[in-house]
């Protein structure tokens, strides 16, 4: 199974756009994108110097906008991707654009939410100086008691032995200056204490943004930095990306889901490097590749031959994403409706409930609709992103009126 990942901030570097202008298409996308979100893409991913794309204002965008134009490199024929890889996830920001990826936004959609994403951040940003520093090695426990007494937010629990904490300068520069023990201590590029409480006056502005944006369900396993689940509603992706502003990034969750789906290759989209270093080291066995250049280009698609495909379970490309009700992590099914095939399930009744080892989750019709089939039965062991239920849509008149707005969202 292959998954593709997006890295976040702090992946850019000068010019790493350079030599993607000599593909056909390249050059007219990122003006295109440049147009949509008002950032020189262009001349931000080839001529600025590093303190200018630091800038989270100029910086997401530009990550973004990378990632859906060489996507699209890698991926000449798009609908082809949805077949072919198994997983997509992204790393803080690039969660935005594996949401794209995947269909739950549009690339206009997720131009205009980066932009206002990163305008928000950076505005928050200037509040108090913050920064993040990444720790490396040490025991997980020692580097979060450490972290808290220097009133620190872990807000990348990265596995690996990574791990990146965030506040105020003043605070990391004694973290640094006192540091768990078998850790090294590294500051990092940018530009605020992401994914904290520094970051609530944007979560709040994104909220009011997402009411009017709408979605599609993902039309592949699509996996959230909150807690490493398949998220299988578009709503619910884009609520998450909202939140995950201010909430801690949890890639170590993300790469144990792919290790219960059976990843064996993972494929980083410019600029790579980040996420392929930390699958080689949390995910052993597992082939990656970082994609920087088109001259990186044969060894993807060699990889997505001999890798990509949904891995035996059913693919999502293939069947209309918003019959199907799907887990979100691996665990045991029990039910917890008496609704058998044929009765309508208003939208969001709670069908069940998945037990992991950490914890148990509700699973929720959200759109409703009628029961086609049950695909898994109670005390079936799933795994992320396994249809549990399948739905066949019902009118506005058996749906009742509450629930018009979401059936137009997600279809």
């Known amino acids: 199974m292959l998954v593709v990942a997006a890295p976040g901030q702090g992946a850019q570097t000068p010019g790493f756009l350079t030599p993607w202008l000599e593909v056909e298409g390249v050059t007219e996308r990122l003006q295109w994108l440049s147009a949509v979100?008002?950032?020189?893409?262009?001349?931000?991913?080839?001529?600025?110097?590093?303190?200018?794309?630091?800038?989270?204002?100029?910086?997401?965008?530009?990550?973004?906008?990378?990632?859906?134009?060489?996507?699209?490199?890698?991926?000449?024929?798009?609908?082809?991707?949805?077949?072919?890889?198994?997983?997509?996830?992204?790393?803080?920001?690039?969660e935005i654009t594996a949401?794209?990826?995947?269909?739950?936004?549009?690339?206009?959609?997720?131009?205009?939410?980066?932009?206002?994403?990163?305008?928000?951040?950076?505005?928050?940003?200037?509040?108090?100086?913050?920064?993040?520093?990444?720790v490396l090695g040490g025991d997980q426990g020692e580097v979060e008691r450490a972290a808290e007494q220097h009133g620190l937010i872990c807000a990348n629990i990265n596995g690996a032995g990574q791990i990146v904490v965030a506040g105020t300068l003043d605070q990391l520069a004694a973290f640094a200056a006192?540091?768990?023990?078998?850790?090294?201590?590294?500051?990092?590029?940018?530009?605020?204490?992401?994914?904290?409480?520094?970051m609530a006056p944007a979560t709040d502005v994104l909220a009011g943004y997402a009411q009017a944006i709408s979605t599609h369900d993902p039309r592949l396993r699509l996996l959230s930095n909150a807690d490493g689940q398949v998220v299988h509603n578009g709503r619910e992706v884009l609520g998450r990306l909202v939140r995950q502003v201010s909430k801690p990034v949890r890639w170590d969750l993300c790469m144990q889901t792919m290790a219960d789906l059976g990843v064996t290759a993972m494929i980083e989209i410019p600029p790579a490097g980040t996420l392929t270093g930390l699958a080689k080291r949390a995910l052993p066995g597992v082939e990656t590749l970082a994609v920087n250049t088109?001259?990186?280009?044969?060894?993807?698609?060699?990889l997505i031959a001999r890798h990509g495909s949904p891995a035996g379970l059913e693919s999502l490309s293939h069947s209309p994403t918003w019959r199907l009700v799907v887990a979100p992590a691996k665990g045991t099914f029990n039910r917890s409706a008496d609704e058998s095939v044929g009765d309508v399930v208003p939208p969001g009744t709670v069908i069940g409930t998945i037990t992991t080892l950490r914890d148990s989750y509700p699973i929720t019709a959200e759109h409703g609709g009628i029961i086609v089939e049950w695909v898994v039965e109670d005390d079936d062991p799933v795994a992320p992103g396994q249809p549990i239920v399948r739905l066949h849509p019902v009118s506005d008149d058996e749906r009742g009126p509450t629930d018009t707005h979401r059936q137009e969202a997600s279809v």
């Open 37 to 94: 979100s008002g950032v020189d893409l262009l001349e931000h991913g080839t001529n600025s110097d590093a303190d200018t794309i630091k800038d989270t204002a100029i910086a997401q965008p530009l990550l973004v906008g990378a990632g859906l134009v060489t996507l699209l490199a890698l991926f000449p024929h798009p609908t082809e991707a949805f077949a072919r890889v198994g997983i997509g996830a992204g790393h803080s920001v690039g």
């Open 99 to 134: 949401a794209a990826a995947a269909g739950v936004l549009s690339a206009e959609q997720a131009m205009v939410f980066v932009r206002e994403r990163g305008r928000a951040m950076a505005k928050a940003a200037e509040v108090t100086p913050t920064g993040m520093s990444a």
């Open 178 to 198: 006192d540091p768990p023990p078998r850790a090294r201590v590294r500051p990092l590029q940018v530009a605020g204490a992401f994914h904290t409480s520094h």
């Open 294 to 302: 088109p001259d990186d280009l044969p060894a993807a698609w060699d």
